[in-house]
């Protein structure tokens, strides 16, 4: 049974259950498409579901000064300004829209005294912002999305008389590989993860929701689902990689027991009082605050804390700054050896907070530390540090669409690229995935009807990812991979991690090189029915081409910007933010040959422009990227240092 | 600190399996899952485990542990004696994929049976507001991660199969619950939570609620209440005499049709 592939044809194909591509999924059945959603995972378990804080929407609940200008300005910095301003301009004009349409559709978010959804300060956000559910957003999101795909089976089961018959999720089943005919997406091949069958989906029209990479890295917040299964689909398929060296490191990820390190801690703690301290007891973020920054972060202690009660009259606390700032202080703070017992620094809320309010406002991080560490945060300090979180770097889109480069092919969400820049502020993820979600569901939908003919997937095609994904299981003897998924994991972290140097990461090149060999060797037993060391096998081949990306693409970028330190180029240059990193594979090349290019960045349109200082322009720009700008040459002297 | 754990494991599919002896190293501060992973690393590459969070965010991880219903990310190692053999299998109520992994559609099947959340038409989007107090009990029920372990635990289903059509099973007669209690819901789930979703079959055991990771109160805060609900539409003159008027005004809600 297992030899014969299952197969399915769709309108749409979504390769992901998580926020974004549920919502591209809802929009697609909206759309009147016949839609497929696939998951790795089952249905309402996407990597989603942790995310904590919440979600970054412009609605002016809290503040009535915010609105989607201050919200893209707020982007712009934290990406410093590396973003494609038109996702970000999108992003901040449509989010609001988006977390509403979810609370009709049954989210229960928390509350401000006047009835509205309230919203939560968060690191890099000028006002509250981020719409929450106690420490669980990421929880209530995913499952609002999960029963508005149920919802609409309902109707489907009233209409059609079957719930599945214009949406249906694919759960624990795994793309392997994107099928494509006439240069055009044809389908998608993969298996189910119960039985090991092999299964086709054919479609004219994929959105890959895939989410990231933080497996290949030893020391991360994400799961074993973030294997950048996504991104190295859009690769083979002939799409491109943007930016890739981008990879955002939370400041604060638990440090111990050793078996939980790296588990998030939400920033919200940061948010809602908690402060970083050394071993000296010192509020050291103060020492941190780079000078772009300077003007919006407070000096002292005393105007920090009185930021939270009257944030018009006070600059807020430097425990807010975006995330890379804060994680290069912390490892610098453990460098010069001021660091907690078990490397890390302290993260303080029991003196902040009453403990019933700690109760309230963080009781998953209550628990966690509780049931994990043994740490009661309403009554000690945490211990934290850097862990690998996000990546920014992800398929090259129209961002309007979502559309990749190679016709068919759409992407949405962390496996998406563009829209954070070089650093990602937090909440403006759960936004973006509802957002762009929205968009590519839209996008991948219209591609569909404006088709005159489906492309035919190639036979020859089929049979040859059959192969591919047979062969660890067939080859007698091999490596183990959870044993060469190790030592990936080690390469990443030593030697392209959170502060980079060229000679580490030409080493690191050198060893991926040799593993990659060895990856293609991996051997593992066991049949084909719910085989772990199997699908680690296949997994292993997406980890290898997406570090590569990575280590190249932090290799070339010769400047240190957002999620990218340099050692040896610790400054940040105008030059370099006008150039994008694209990485594509060599058509005929084995499957690590990636080739790297450089290419400009779109130029900002000029009302967004005139949203900035000019003063702060300078800090990023070059002068003649400015010089359209009214008033451009008279204060060139100003603010470059 | 580290020692060896002597584990029993259940390998096997839906048609036979057993308990398997390993002895696998147990480090400072480990969970069950670390431990487990460790064992798929080193010496069964194949042991099928479903996990996904390893921070009882997503409930993947549900499993037996010396007989008793956990996650097997926040179970921790130091709860156990180092001399005790720690006997881990799958959840008893559903069919056996493999070894620890068990079949849940059930439980999909029987959230597709309730109906939606269902706003006033009139509300759009944006102009909801709800006080905190009102969405309090909702949202307590919303902490829910579905990890399934009530509906493994409840005695209704657990050696009854029999019952599984009639009886939704704690989460899911909870998430009837959380809707009827959401304040911008005008849907009547009443009628529906006890004839088709078997609320009476219940008898307020609270076993659903003890092994509960997330500890949400299901008996006392949603299972009880909705009897007492149930109770006050069975009596309801006005709903005897066949009026229309309910609470809300709304009519009787059936269930999904063809959602079976
Ligand atoms: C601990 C934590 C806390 C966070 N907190 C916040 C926060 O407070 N606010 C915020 O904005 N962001 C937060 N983030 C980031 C945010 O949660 C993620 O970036 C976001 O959820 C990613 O969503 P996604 O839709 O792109 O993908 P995911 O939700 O990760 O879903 C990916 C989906 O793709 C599937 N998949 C992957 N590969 C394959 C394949 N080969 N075949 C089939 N299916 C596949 C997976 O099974 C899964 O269903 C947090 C992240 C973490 C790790
Ligand atoms: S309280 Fe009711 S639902 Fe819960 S375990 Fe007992 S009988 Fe089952
Ligand atoms: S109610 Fe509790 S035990 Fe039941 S599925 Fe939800 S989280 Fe699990
Ligand atoms: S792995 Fe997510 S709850 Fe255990």
């Known amino acids: 049974m297992t030899d014969e592939i299952k197969r399915y044809s769709y309108d749409v194909v979504v390769i992901g259950a998580g926020g974004s591509g549920l919502r591209a999924a809802i929009e697609a059945r909206l759309q009147g498409k016949k839609t497929a959603v696939i998951s790795k995972s089952l249905f309402g378990k996407a990597h989603t579901v942790m995310a904590e804080g919440g979600c970054a929407a412009a609605m002016g609940n809290r503040n009535p000064r915010d609105n989607w200008q201050v919200h893209f300005r707020d982007t712009m910095r934290g990406g410093k300004f590396l973003n494609n301003w038109r996702m970000a301009e999108l992003h901040a004009k449509e989010a609001p829209d988006r977390v509403w349409e979810l609370e009709a559709w049954g989210a229960v978010f928390d509350r401000t005294a006047d009835g509205k959804i309230s919203q939560r300060n968060f690191g890099g956000h000028e006002y509250p912002r981020l719409a929450h559910v106690g420490d669980r957003t990421g929880l209530e999101i995913i499952r609002t999305l999960q029963q508005k795909v149920v919802a609409l089976q309902q109707e489907d089961a009233v209409e059609f008389g079957d719930p599945e018959a214009m949406i249906k999720v694919f759960a624990e089943t795994t793309i392997t590989e994107l099928l494509s005919g006439d240069g055009r997406i044809a389908g998608a091949f993969g298996y189910f993860r119960d039985t090991g069958q092999f299964v086709l989906f054919e479609t004219p029209a994929v959105v890959l929701a895939t989410g990231g990479i933080g497996k290949t890295y030893k020391v991360t917040s994400n799961s074993w689902e973030y294997t950048g299964d996504g991104h190295a689909l859009a690769l083979r398929a002939g799409a491109k990689l943007l930016n890739m060296e981008f990879v955002q490191l939370h400041p604060t990820g638990m440090v111990w027991p050793p078996s939980v390190r790296g588990l998030l801690v939400t920033e919200s703690v940061r948010g809602d009082g908690g402060v970083l301290r050394n071993s000296e007891g010192k ?10 920054f300077r003007p919006q972060y407070a000096e002292t202690e005393e105007e920090a804390d009185r930021w939270y009660a009257d944030p018009d009259n006070n600059r807020r606390p430097p425990e807010l700054l975006p995330r890379d700032e804060v994680a290069r202080s912390i490892n610098s703070e453990v460098k010069a050896g001021r660091g907690s017992p078990h490397g890390g620094v302290f993260l303080d809320v029991s003196t902040r907070l009453p403990a019933d309010e700690i109760m309230r406002r963080l009781p998953s991080m209550h628990h966690q530390f509780k049931e994990l560490a043994d740490v009661d945060i309403t009554k000690e300090p945490m211990e934290v540090g850097p862990t690998c979180h996000y990546v920014m770097g992800g398929v090259e889109v129209d961002p309007d669409t979502g559309a990749a480069s190679v ?4 992407a949405v969400g962390e496996v998406s690229g563009g829209m954070h820049g070089s650093n990602r502020l937090g909440g403006n993820s759960l936004s973006d995935l509802l957002v762009f979600g929205r968009r590519a569901g839209l996008g991948a939908a219209e591609y569909v009807t404006a088709l005159a003919s489906r492309p035919a997937v190639p036979e020859a095609a089929v049979s040859a990812a059959a192969a591919v994904a047979a062969e660890p299981l067939e080859r007698p003897e091999g490596e183990n991979p959870y044993a060469i998924q190790g030592e990936l994991q080690v390469i990443m972290h030593d ?9 580490e990461m030409k080493t690191a090149l050198v060893e991926l090189d040799k593993l990659r060999a060895r990856a293609a060797q991996v051997s593992v037993g066991g049949g084909r029915a719910y085989n772990p060391g199997w699908h680690v096998a296949l997994d292993l081949r997406n980890m290898m081409v997406v570090a590569e990306c990575v280590a190249q693409a932090a290799l070339e970028r010769q400047e240190s910007r957002g999620g990218h330190t340099r050692d040896d180029y610790p400054g940040m240059s105008p030059e370099w933010r006008k150039v994008n990193l694209v990485c594509s594979l060599e058509p005929s090349g084995p499957s690590g040959a990636v080739s790297l290019r450089r290419q400009p960045t779109p130029a900002m349109r000029t009302d967004l422009l005139e949203l900035f200082d000019l003063a ?13 700008l009214p008033g451009a040459t008279e204060t060139s002297a100003e603010g470059t240092h | 600190m580290g020692y060896k754990a002597a584990l029993k494991i259940w390998r096997g599919d839906a048609g036979a399996g057993q308990l398997a002896d390993y002895d696998v190293e147990v480090n400072e501060g480990e969970v069950v899952l670390d431990v487990l992973h460790r064992l798929q690393a080193t010496q069964a590459t194949d042991l099928a485990i479903r996990w996904n969070c390893k921070a009882g965010k997503c409930g993947s991880c549900s499993m037996e542990i010396n007989g008793r219903p956990r996650l097997a990310c926040m179970t921790r190692m130091s709860v156990f004696s180092p001399e005790e053999t720690l006997t881990i299998t799958p959840m008893r109520t559903f069919p056996v994929i493999r070894d620890l992994v068990t079949d849940v559609s059930f439980n999909y099947a029987k959230a ?10 009139e509300v759009k989007p944006g102009e909801f507001r709800m006080r905190q107090e009102d969405v309090n009990r909702s949202q307590e029920f919303r902490k829910c991660i579905e990890c399934f372990l009530c509906q493994n635990t409840c005695h209704v289903i657990r050696d009854h199969a029999e019952n599984e059509g009639a009886f939704a099973g704690p989460r899911f007669l909870m998430r009837v619950a959380e809707l009827e209690m959401h304040p911008a819901d005008i849907a009547d789930r009443r009628e529906i939570a006890q004839d088709d979703f078997g609320l009476g079959y219940c008898n307020i055991t609270k076993c659903c609620t003890e092994v509960c990771p997330e500890h949400i109160k299901i008996t006392d805060n949603a299972l009880i209440p909705m009897k007492e609900r149930v109770v006050g539409r069975k009596y309801d003159p006005l709903v005897w005499l066949g009026s229309r008027i309910t609470r809300r005004g709304a009519k009787d809600t059936p269930a999904v049709p063809g959602g079976r």
């Open chain 2, 112 to 121: 597709r049976e309730i109906p939606s959340f269902t706003p006033p038409p």
């Open chain 1, 407 to 410: 016709p068919g092919l759409f």
């Open chain 1, 283 to 292: 509020r050291f973020m103060f020492s941190y605050v780079p000078d772009v």
């Open chain 1, 495 to 503: 030697l392209v991690g959170l502060i980079r140097r060229e000679s």
């Open chain 1, 616 to 628: 702060e322009l300078k800090k990023y720009m070059t002068d003649e990227e400015l010089a359209g």
